[in-house]
């Protein structure tokens, strides 16, 4: 999960807590939801947003093109998606930022824990303000700082979960700044990867404590063992041909 600061503090079992009361609150809003202004309320935080309309607004006209989803990408996000299906999108915006696709991927896998409809996302962002959004699980702060002076300074965080090539563009570009930050000889047992993914999920300033030799927490362990395990088929992903 990108956030600036401190590690993250992830709760995976909030999800089953909170299941009745965020289904009824999606039920409710869905309706909001599918409002074709998306400014939301005063903060723009709620509401779904839609592609911007480069005739309306010429500053959030992407400079390069958006890569074509593979044959088993949903044209509408929902909650049940396969990273694998974002293979182009993965290996374009990597390329891009100049980071790994397969270390963007592995992320992609990580961050799948939790589904990522955008009504979902919206309802329980309601429920917890502070709630990451997109299929990056990327926090507004983060998203707002990777995004200054880049050819998608003109987005917004809210746009994360019905844009999912902006959400993989964004945490492409996020890994490029944390790689900046890396110390030119980390002492600590962590290769590069593992490296920018515990920046990913704990905070730069965690990233660099651990490239000197610091013990992850546990959250930041288990982010790092999944991670791990998630190496292989991520490689397997944007490895294959055909997709794009």
Known sequence: MAERGGQTRRRPWLWGAVL??????????RSGDTSTDGTGGATGATGATRKPDASAHPSRTPTTSTPKPSPGSPTTPSGKYDPAAYAPQVRARAAEAGVSSRLLMAILYNESYKPHDPALERAWQRYKPGAAFGIANMHRAAFDETKRGRAFAGRRWEELPDD????????AWYLHD?????PAHPSGPYDKDELLALGYNAGAGNMQAFARGATPGS?????????????????????RTGRG
């Open 164 to 171: 999912r090539d902006l959400a993989v563009r964004a945490a």
């Open 219 to 239: 959250q930041a362990a288990d982010y790092l063992s999944r991670l791990r395990s998630n190496w292989e088929k991520a490689g397997r992903a944007v490895a």
């Open 178 to 182: 944390l790689a900046r930050q890396l």
């Open 20 to 29: 009745l009361v965020l289904l009824v609150s999606w039920a409710c809003g």
